[in-house]
């Protein structure tokens, strides 16, 4: 996964190549996930990205090692394309105590700071003001660093996302605003319930930035896009707001099997499927299939392979429970 | 030594710690040129400028926020309590907050329903949240010290009706101990224990009591998370008799907890009930005859503990 990073030493093809592999790697991770749910290995909620991982994989690559993710309770792939590996991410989900957080926060809070990953938000919208003050922190700071902030297209209707626009707007910091409108609120169509036909875009003139759409389904154009905005901010030019149109393939969550979905909607955008897309155009591109042939099989591997190290972690110990409740390790509130 | 106001204490207290600590900034709504509606912030801007004094979030800083009034808590409330709260713990300590967020807290000024509330209660019920609630000049400065060093985020309550008190504060720099409670007056008859605004009524109402022949020990609670029941559980021992009081309404305050944990580990020690004295359970009133009736004032105080400690 390390090589989805922004590595501007590979050559044309194999930074496709690598996207490619990001994109494969976080389809086979977020099926895996589903049938460990199945299996009853994950107790608590799950929300997957199948079918939205152009977006994660493209945004990343897009990122250097010391900028910031924002992501929602959708963020497993938003994780693993910033480099965590798959083992820990697993043992999360499955609440052991070799999960990326010794199981304390599960699926919707995936954080790794080491890579980044400054939290996954499971309150609407909260992350966007929060993604701002990280951003603040660079720039006060003097750095480059940028805050790359995802959220879905209900965000767009509550508070937080508007007060995170005009202080990112008044500031110019640099932040990226990064919608996947996947087209889907939880089981609500989003178009029912939003005044503006672009949810996200069509409220950035109302901050003084563009209105930037975005196929969400294929890799290169999210790539081009956030590494145009990407390059504004680290270069003082202020935030961007992009709106990325998408869909999820399942449901919202875990159990949910998105009946409410028109059937022809959902085949319409299984042919938009990102990943066989994508893979036509590196074949045209002439890169060899076996070469692709044996990426997927590795890939395949290294989900096995971090599927059994998950479930080999143990429960998490009763030391736990009490630990990083203060900054000072413990959890007690009196003497 | 110098004559200080409340208000003034707010001002060297944070300059006392944006002098030591570069990563120490100040941000709030009106808080810039303006030196904050309460005036507690004045020259601030002056000595710092306004990249660490922002007219209104953080990560390698150690911000100093205001929320203007308590009451506004209620508008950022998820920040608060979801994020700023349980983020350490969510995230197996992979993030720390040491952040302070200031707010004028309490009633007394005839503000009416949303701006007199006492919201420490809201905080408390919060784990994660630290939660201090200065009752003098000397103290603001100390645990305001304490609590932008402390690497935890801190509720720092000041009470509104406070801001105008005075009283000899000694020069240099002064750092406080974050969950140390306060024996203000030692007593024999019962320990009163009091928090915030009400501290200074409660000293004042055991004057009184004094001279009914009722001597009270007074324990100003200082910071309720982390809670010092060490010293509230010696001090209600060594009396038999704890009455508390609290400008919380009265379902869920402070007190509650502070009866709970008396009535598990000190029952024994008791010589009659716990009292709290507190405002009631209602939304506060504007008038200022109906306001001072809902607060606890001097005369409830003395006149609740007399009749208890007479019965």
Partial sequence: MTSTQAAPELSYLEHKVAMYRSQVALRRFEQRAYDLFLENYVKGTSHLSIGQEAIAAGVAAAMRPTDWTFATYRGHAHTLARGVPMTPVFAELMGRSNGLMAGKGGSMHLTSVEHGVMGSYAIIGAHLPIACGAAWSAQYRGTDQVAVCFFGDGSVNIGAFHEALNFAAIWKLPVIFFCENNLWMEYTRTSEVTAVANPAADRASAYGLESIIVDGNDADAVYEVASLAIARARAGEGPSMIEAKTYRHGGHSRADPGKYRPDDELAEWLLKDPIPLYRSRLLEMGVDEDELLVLEADVDAEVDTATNEAKAGAAPGEELLFQDVWADGSGSWRN | ?311
């Fill in chain 2, 1 to 311: 030594m110098a004559q200080l106001t409340f208000r003034e204490a707010i001002a060297r207290g944070i300059a006392q710690e944006m002098r030591r600590d570069e990563s120490v900034v100040f941000l709030g709504e009106d808080v810039g040129a303006a030196g904050g509606v309460f005036k507690g912030t004045v020259g601030l801007f002056e000595e710092f400028g306004p990249l660490r004094v922002r007219d209104t979030p953080i990560s390698g800083l150690r911000p100093i926020a205001e929320i203007m009034f308590a009451d506004f808590f209620a508008v950022c409330w998820d920040i608060v309590a979801n994020e700023i709260a349980k983020s350490r713990y969510m995230t197996n300590g992979q993030l720390t907050f040491p952040l302070v967020i200031r707010s004028g807290n309490g009633g007394g000024l005839r503000f009416g329903a949303q701006h007199s509330q006492s919201v420490e209660n809201w905080a408390m019920m919060i784990p994660g949240l630290k939660v201090v609630v200065p009752s003098n000049a000397t103290d603001v400065i100390g645990l305001m010290a304490a609590s932008v060093r402390d690497n935890d985020p801190v509720i720092f309550l000041e009470a509104k009706a406070l801001y105008a008190s005075k009283m000899d504060v000694p020069d240099g720099e002064i750092v406080d101990t974050l969950g140390s409670a306060k024996v203000l007056r030692e007593g024999t008859d019962a320990t009163v224990v009091a928090l915030g605004a009400m501290v200074p009524k409660a000293l004042a109402a055991a004057e009184e009591l004094s001279n009914a022949g009722i001597e009270c020990t007074v324990v100003d609670v200082r910071s309720l998370v982390p809670l010092d029941m060490t010293t509230i559980l010696r001090e209600v021992s060594a009396t038999g008799r704890l009455f508390t009081v609290e400008e919380n309404p009265r379902l869920c305050g402070w007190g509650g907890e502070l009866s709970s944990i008396v009535s598990e580990e000190a029952f024994y020690d008791l010589d009659g009930p716990i009292v709290r004295i507190t405002t009631p359970h209602i939304p506060l009133p504007a008038a200022d005859a109906l306001e001072d009736l809902a607060i606890p004032s001097v005369e409830r105080i003395v006149t609740t503990i007399a009749k208890s400690m007479n019965s």
